[in-house]
């Protein structure tokens, strides 16, 4: 229609013509009609030829015995001679044999339109094509303290287990699965990793968990959850701590790896899920050694019903593991969010009627009962992640959608 590299103007005509005439007919009246009118200088002809005029676009339809339509002519003219020709438009008062009326209706300024176009896709630009060249110190800093934390790794054993440069001084240590778990951790500052390498324990890292506090974190996929399995058979473990569901450990942010090991939970709350009865656990993990955090809970449990100091929650959310001990023994239940704040609080035997009516923010229930397995599956409709209980009974069918934690009476 018009060239966008020179066209400045384009004048928008409304034509209506008494009769029925063709685009032929249009364009010979505004060439007829308009020829020797404005002088040589802005004779329709010759500033079509030297381009000062462009392409003359006729689009009309004929109705009834009438016909109408718009007219486009764009300029490369002055504002000033562009309103003289777009006014000498206005005198043609005949289409063929018919009556016609012509008028202007507009002139668009392309130049406008133009930069409107610039201007929308500088932002698409600005968001969308720019590198993030902001400056971020701690993202420096940590840059440069991850290439001395990966030159420290190093290896146990004569199976040369991947381990962090503090897991043979540290009391406690965490089992990952491999090399790059091991790495990521490092990243974050977590020296006291060692990696397994597979579902065959190195006997290293068994050796180790008889004299360490030791916390599993392993991938939230099936090769984790194998692994976890023969962990147990094999190996002295103390607490178990659950990456998110596909989640790979060397993927896991520092937010997400510190959020998962500070919701670890003992691993007796889990050993049922591994082990269909107690028979299939080796002879010295049937009964493990008490930790602090079991002792804390064996001396509140004598305390009566109602005598819990409230937990100060000024520091953020509570763990599991202190959600788990403050429901235990009070005919409680607490539905939990992702990120461990209570959704609902309400008494165990109220929460099979309030479980429909629970938004989809709650991602996980603590409840001081045992649940069954019509019970379970209306956990697992709701989308729950988790469900830590007194007991499970009668489960015939563990769906791999949830986890089951058992806390014991």
């Known amino acids: 229609m018009y060239s966008p590299d020179t066209t400045k103007y384009l004048i928008h005509i409304s034509l209506a013509a008494e009769g029925v005439v063709e685009k032929p007919d249009v364009v010979g009246a505004i060439f007829g009609q308009t020829e020797g009118l ?12 030297t381009g000062r005029v462009g392409r003359i676009d006729v689009q009309i339809t004929s109705k009834k015995g009438e016909t109408k339509g718009e007219i486009l002519i764009s300029t490369s003219l002055d504002r000033a001679e562009t309103a003289i020709l777009a006014a000498s438009l206005e005198t043609i008062d005949r289409v063929g044999p018919c009556v016609a009326h012509v008028t202007v209706d507009s002139v668009e300024d392309i130049r406008v339109s133009k930069r409107k176009k610039i201007v929308e896709r500088a932002k698409e630009i600005l968001i969308d094509r720019f590198d993030d060249g902001t400056i971020d110190s701690d993202e420096l800093l940590d840059d440069v303290r991850q290439t001395l934390r990966i030159e ?5 054993g004569e199976e040369r287990a991947p381990a962090g440069p503090n ?6 240590i965490i089992i990952v699965e491999g090399r790059a778990d091991v790495l990521n951790l490092l990243r974050y500052g977590i020296k006291n990793a060692v990696g397994v ?25 099936r090769g984790g959850e ?25 993927d896991m942010t520092r937010k997400e790896v510190i959020k998962t090991l500070r919701n670890k939970v003992p691993v007796e709350y889990v050993r049922d899920q591994y082990f269909e009865t ?5 002879g010295d993990l049937r009964i493990t050694r008490p930790s602090p955090e079991d002792e804390d809970a064996h001396e509140r449990k004598r305390q009566p019903a109602g005598t819990r100091r409230p937990r100060d929650t000024s520091g953020g959310p509570l763990s599991l593991r202190e959600h788990i001990e403050d429901v235990k023994g009070q005919n409680l239940a607490r539905f939990l969010s992702d990120d461990l704040s209570v959704v609902k609080e309400l008494r165990s035997d109220e ?19 045992p649940v069954d397995q019509k019970f379970l599956d209306r956990l697992v409709s709701k989308g729950l992640s988790y469900v830590a209980a007194k007991d499970f009974k009668g489960i015939i069918k563990r769906p791999t959608t949830i986890r089951l934690l058992k806390m014991g009476s």
């Open 38 to 49: 404005l002088g040589e200088d802005l004779d329709l002809r010759d500033l079509q030829r």
């Open 152 to 156: 420290k790794i190093g290896s146990i």
């Open 167 to 172: 897991v043979l001084e540290s009391d406690a």
């Open 197 to 221: 390498e597979g579902t065959n324990i190195p006997k290293s890292v068994v050796e180790l968990c008889e004299k360490k506090t030791t916390t599993a974190f392993f991938d939230g996929d």
């Open 226 to 250: 194998l692994i976890l399995r023969e962990l147990l058979q094999v190996a002295d473990i103390d607490f178990v701590a659950f990456s998110p569901k596909g989640k790979s450990v060397e």
């Open 278 to 282: 107690s028979a299939e656990l080796p």
């Open 351 to 369: 929460v099979e009627k309030a479980i429909e009516t629970i938004d989809t923010t709650a991602t996980g229930l603590v409840v001081d009962r």
